[in-house]
């Protein structure tokens, strides 16, 4: 999958999208005429937020790549899903192993001085 996967997904994110290799099965749903985020991008946007996230995602082990790419997947999936509690699911799915990938668990827990609380980790990651 590799750096061409990477951005694919990531792509997918930004755009609310589901994007796949050509070749490569498609599971489930694909929003037709519909974007499933609502973010108004230019050009200029895409390409600066490739260019970062190429960067960012190029500073991670393979294992995290892998795992990076995988959840932009499971995030853009989460727009596709029929149900708010599947979409909710698949999103909530996405934000323990940011949290774990963000990293530094071990460091932002002993930070705190305690195990973090899940309302917490959203707030840890951004930050981080």
């Given at each position: 999958?590799?750096?061409?996967?990477?951005?694919?997904?990531?792509?997918?994110?930004?755009?609310?999208?589901?994007?796949?290799f050509?070749?490569?099965?498609?599971?489930?749903?694909?929003?037709?005429?519909?974007?499933?985020?609502?973010?108004?991008?230019?050009?200029?946007?895409?390409?600066?937020?490739?260019?970062?996230?190429?960067?960012?995602?190029?500073?991670?082990?393979?294992?995290?790549?892998?795992?990076?790419t995988?959840?932009?997947?499971?995030?853009?999936?989460?727009?596709?899903?029929?149900?708010?509690?599947?979409h909710?699911?698949?999103?909530?799915?996405?934000?323990?192993p940011?949290?774990?990938?963000?990293?530094?668990?071990?460091?932002?827990?002993?930070?705190?001085?305690?195990?973090?609380?899940?309302?917490?980790?959203?707030?840890?990651?951004?930050?981080?």
């Amino acid at each position: 999958m590799g750096l061409a996967g990477f951005l694919i997904q990531a792509l997918a994110c930004l755009l609310g999208l589901k994007l796949q290799f050509h070749d490569w099965w498609m599971v489930g749903a694909i929003p037709v005429g519909n974007r499933t985020v609502n973010i108004f991008t230019t050009l200029a946007d895409i390409e600066g937020f490739l260019r970062k996230a190429i960067d960012r995602w190029k500073q991670f082990d393979k294992e995290n790549r892998k795992r990076i790419t995988n959840l932009l997947y499971v995030f853009s999936e989460a727009g596709t899903r029929e149900w708010n509690w599947e979409h909710f699911q698949f999103e909530y799915a996405v934000t323990d192993p940011c949290f774990e990938i963000a990293g530094n668990h071990n460091q932002l827990t002993k930070k705190r001085g305690r195990m973090m609380e899940h309302d917490e980790r959203l707030q840890a990651v951004a930050e981080t």
